[in-house]
């Protein structure tokens, strides 16, 4: 059993900011990509961002660019999504998720075989 677990969601102001976390087994860690993806209530889940094993490429939703930023550190077995100007539609439970995929294919929810419990994200107007 592969566990992925989230933290730092809560409430933000628009226009503040956010850091999500997501630690993950060092056994799979290391070699595996890392998404971020998100549900907000009523919606399917979407694709925000993702980074590959070694966090050298990474790619974005449209409405994460130049806002949202992906990141990992391999030593700590932990990926974080750094929420910047958050807006109010980016209201959503989170969820981070590792999988053994490359390249933009990194984007589909159904290349990652883990997923994490998801930790809420409200921002206030």
């Known amino acids: 059993q592969v566990r992925l677990v989230e933290s730092g969601g809560g409430l933000v102001q628009a226009g503040g900011s956010l850091r999500l976390s997501c630690a993950a087994p060092?056994?799979?860690?290391?070699?595996?990509?890392m998404g971020w993806f998100r549900q907000a209530p009523g919606k399917e889940r979407d694709f925000v961002a993702t980074?590959?094993?070694?966090?050298?490429?990474?790619y974005y939703a449209n409405s994460a660019k130049g806002r949202f930023t992906i990141s990992r550190d391999n030593a700590k077995n932990t990926v974080y999504l750094q929420m910047n100007s958050p807006k109010p539609e980016d209201t959503a439970v989170y969820y981070c998720?590792?999988?053994?995929?490359?390249?933009?294919?990194?984007?589909?929810?159904?290349?990652?075989?883990?997923w994490g419990q998801g930790t809420q994200v409200t921002v206030s107007s």
């Open positions: 060092g056994r799979i860690f290391s070699s595996y990509a």
């Open positions: 998720a590792a999988g053994r995929c490359s390249g933009y294919g990194c984007t589909e929810s159904e290349e990652y075989p883990y």
């Open positions: 980074i590959n094993w070694s966090g050298g490429t990474t």
